[in-house]
C-alpha cells in the first residue's frame, strides 16, 4: 500500500520546480492531487505527465493571492475527488534586490500577497476541509531566508519569516483537530531559474555558500515533504525543517 493511497491533495505553485516534483511523487505514492497554478497550462502539464504515468490528478488555475481562488481551489478539490487530505501552500514570488530605503512599495506588497497572504488564505479554506475530511496534514514552503537575512530582499525575506509563524498558529489550532502543519526551508536549488539569472562564477560563489559546496534538487525538497505529510511523522506539527545543505551552518 502507497503512503498516500486514499489521500486528495492540493499543491498550490505546481506547475513548475518544486511544486510539480511534490506533485508528481504524491500522484506517484497513491494520492490523488489537485495542481495549482496562476499559469494553468504549467499545470495541466504536470497534471497530462501524471496521468500518463498512470496517476491520478486535475489542474486548476489559481492566483494564490486572490482569496477567493484558495476558497475556489478547495471547493474543486472535494467535488472532484471527495475531499481533502493533504495541502503543499508552495506558490512563491520574489522582487528584484533592492535595499529597503529604495524598495518599490508595489513590489513589497506584490510578494507579500503570494508569500504570505496567499499561504494564509489558503489555509484558511484548507484546515477546516481537512478536519471535515478526518484529518491530515500540510506543508508549508518557506525558505532558508525564514531563518536567516540576506540583503536586498525585504519583502521576500519578511515574508518567509512570517509564514514560520503562521505555520505555528496553524499547528496549535489545529493539531488537536486531526491536521499537523509544518514549514519547509529549502536552501538554493539548482532550477533552470537560478541557472539563467547567474554568471558561471556567481553561481560557484553561491554553491560555495553550501557546506554541501552544491545547491539542493527539487527531489531532495520533495523528499522531505513527503515524509512530513506522511503518517510517519504523526508527532511532528508546528516545525520548521530546513532543507539548505548547511547553508544557514555559518
Sequence with gaps: ?????????????????????????????????????IKVEAAQSVVDEIVAAGGKAAAFAQNTAQWEDSEAAVAFATETFGGLHLAVNNAGIGAA?????????AAWDRVRAVDLD?????????LPAIVAAG?????NMASVLGSVGIAQNAAYVTSKHALIGLTKVAALEYTALGVRTNAVGPGFIDTPLVRSSLSAEALTALEGEHASRRLGTDKEVAALTLFLLSDAASFISGSY???????SAH
Aim: proline share 1%; charged share 20%.
Design 97 to 105: 534586490p533592492q535595499t529597503i530605503g529604495d524598495y518599490d512599495i
Design 1 to 37: 500500500m502507497a503512503r498516500f493511497d486514499s489521500r486528495v491533495a492540493i499543491v498550490t505553485g505546481g506547475g513548475s520546480g518544486i511544486g510539480a516534483e511534490i506533485s508528481r511523487e504524491l500522484a506517484a505514492e497513491g494520492a490523488s492531487v489537485v495542481i495549482t497554478d
Design 118 to 126: 496567499g499561504v494564509f488564505y489558503g489555509l484558511k479554506f484548507q
Design 241 to 247: 525543517h530546513l532543507v539548505d545543505g548547511g547553508y
Design 135 to 139: 484529518g491530515g496534514a500540510v506543508v
